[in-house]
């Protein structure tokens, strides 16, 4: 396996050249008025968790003095057809050139990853035929299938995993998905069986471009699966902290068969996964409409009115009771004498401790397992960023799980601290809303 660091390193210059000129920019340049699924205009503030850094712009030891860029955090409701969406769009040249998140981090994900793929290539995927994968990250879920008479593409704009998927054999296109890159790779290697897009649809600004790019690449009987974190659980257990501009929208099944309906693509089926917070696992295919048992979901969104403004309140109301807790409960433990550290280094740790304003007083450092985040710091609040082994030399008396979803596989690698009584909390620490 490639060096995770030393790609990183050499990318982040890029990075630096392009947030010194965005740095020129200003807050309308970024904001989006119209909503992403139905174009319609008038979207409604449903959040707002202030000036936030890219939340996997980590930063090296020698960037802690340097300004850093902070861009607006809106979460806006459209009362049309019910899209959650960010009010303000980073470039996504910023995010995703260069990128910290590699999906080989998680064995649970890519167990998970492995069973989509071997189910939908069964399923959809003729000997011979092509399965593409978009944000296809280092390779992981395409290099599951072991198939050996289905052809697989990669496409992902990191190009730092980029070489990481070609280096395990996964051919990979380091390119942001579009139609016309659909098209090419149709004219090329023909139209694929089968197209996996998981955690990317999220995070891309123009919808209407890529679900174009689905229906000019996807073979007449070929389907399209589509994984993104479930809003009703989003809002459901408040879990503001997987709010950040890497994820430009936060998908109901309406706005999403709105979506691929405008584009001559059915929603076929919608399945639950309790992984990432809380998932749909959407499949589509060429068509119109959706399917009964998606008519089921559409209807339950309805009954709960998330096309609206006031199915809000109360996780708003809980986001800002769960900062209240967690500020108190890390200031108990200071005064109590206690270590505390962060577990885990992801996005999302980077939107609590900002939002929190946790700084390195309360929570002197975080834990990670990643190699190309080990050494650095965390964007805002700048945390350095230990290997797994530091837990044995801070011997710390609790930790706070950044990384709260996946408390099973980092309860396993930490039993002995919990068997020495050490405290596991998570930053969600109110009641669950609404319940
Ligand atoms: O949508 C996205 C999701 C799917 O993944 C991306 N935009 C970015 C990323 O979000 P994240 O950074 O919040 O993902 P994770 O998977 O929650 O990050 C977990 C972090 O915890 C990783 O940096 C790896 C680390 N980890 C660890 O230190 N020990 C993970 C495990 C399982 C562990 O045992």
Not at 156 to 174: C, F, K, L, Q, Y
Not at 365 to 382: C, E, F, L, M, R
Request: glycine letters at 8%.
């Amino acid at each position: 396996m490639l060096p995770q660091q030393a790609l990183a390193d050499h990318l982040r210059h890029d990075y630096d050249a392009l947030a010194s000129s965005i740095g020129t920019q200003s807050e309308a340049d970024w904001e989006r008025k119209s909503c992403r699924a139905c174009l319609a205009d008038g979207l409604v503030e449903i959040l707002n968790l202030g000036q936030m850094p890219p939340a996997n712009s980590l930063l090296r030891p020698q960037d802690l003095s340097k300004p850093e860029l902070r861009f607006p955090l809106s979460l806006r409701l459209c009362g049309q057809c019910g899209m959650v969406q960010l009010g303000h769009v980073v470039p996504a040249s910023l995010l995703f050139r260069s990128y910290l998140f590699f999906t080989s981090s998680s064995r649970a994900m890519s167990e998970h990853f492995a069973g989509l793929m071997s189910e939908a290539s069964d399923r959809y995927v003729p000997p011979g035929g092509l399965v593409v994968e978009i944000g296809s990250n280092d390779g992981t879920a395409l290099a599951s299938i072991r198939r050996r008479d289905a052809r697989v593409l990669g496409v992902d704009p990191a190009r730092n995993i980029a070489v990481m998927a070609a280096a395990r054999g996964v051919p990979t296109v380091s390119e942001f998905f579009t139609e016309t890159l659909a098209r090419e790779i149709a004219r090329v290697a023909g139209p694929a069986s089968l197209v996996v897009a998981c955690n990317v649809l999220g995070h891309i600004d123009d919808l209407d471009d890529v679900c174009k790019g689905f229906k000019v690449l996807l073979a007449p009987a070929g389907a399209i699966v589509i994984e993104v974190p479930y809003l009703g659980e989003l809002v459901d257990h408040g879990e503001y902290d997987t709010i950040y501009h890497e994820h430009l929208s936060y998908f109901a099944v309406h706005p999403l068969a709105t979506l691929l309906n405008r584009h001559g693509l059915r929603l076929e089926k919608v399945e639950h996964f309790g992984v990432h917070g809380g998932t749909m696992r959407c499949t589509a295919v060429h068509g119109d409409g959706v399917g009964p048992d998606v008519q089921k979901w559409i209807d339950r969104e309805s009954e709960r009115g998330l096309n609206r403004p006031q199915a809000y309140l109360p996780f708003a109301a809980k986001v800002a009771r769960d900062r209240t807790a967690l500020v108190a409960q890390l200031q108990e433990l200071k005064k109590q004498g206690k270590k505390v550290l962060g577990y885990g280094a992801p996005a999302k740790g980077t939107v609590v401790l900002n939002y929190c304003k946790i700084g390195a007083d309360l929570l002197p450092a975080v834990i990670d397992s990643t190699p190309a985040k080990q050494g650095w710091h965390v964007p805002g609040t700048h945390q350095p960023i230990w290997p797994p082994e530091a837990m044995q030399r801070e011997r710390p008396d609790a930790i706070l799980l950044l990384a709260w979803n996946h408390a099973d596989e980092i309860k396993r690698r930490e039993a002995a601290f919990i068997a020495s009584g050490g405290l596991i909390f998570t930053p969600h620490l109110t009641e669950e809303s609404g319940k």
